[in-house]
């Protein structure tokens, strides 16, 4: 499986300025999500889950060399990091 992590990282590597513009998904960006989260009319098992997996993401894209702007974020990206949180130990992904 960490071929496939491996495979998303290079895809990344392989064009430097896909979304160079878009803002990174930590800082300004989650705390824009987190508030709107708390302010909408959703329970507040979104609040307990849903920041969490995005700080999770970020965490994961940073670790893997990925810029983390929004914009360059892809399907590959995003089923690695499933991969990745189904393989830590006494996680579900």
Known sequence: MAARTATATRST???PELGSTSPPISGRLLDS???????SRSDATVDRVYIPAVEELAKYLERIGHSGRVGAIRREHVEAFLLDLRERPGRKG
Do not use: W
Not at 33 to 39: L, N, P, Q
């Open 33 to 39: 999500y987190a508030r709107s989260i708390r302010t």
């Open 13 to 15: 590597a392989a064009d």
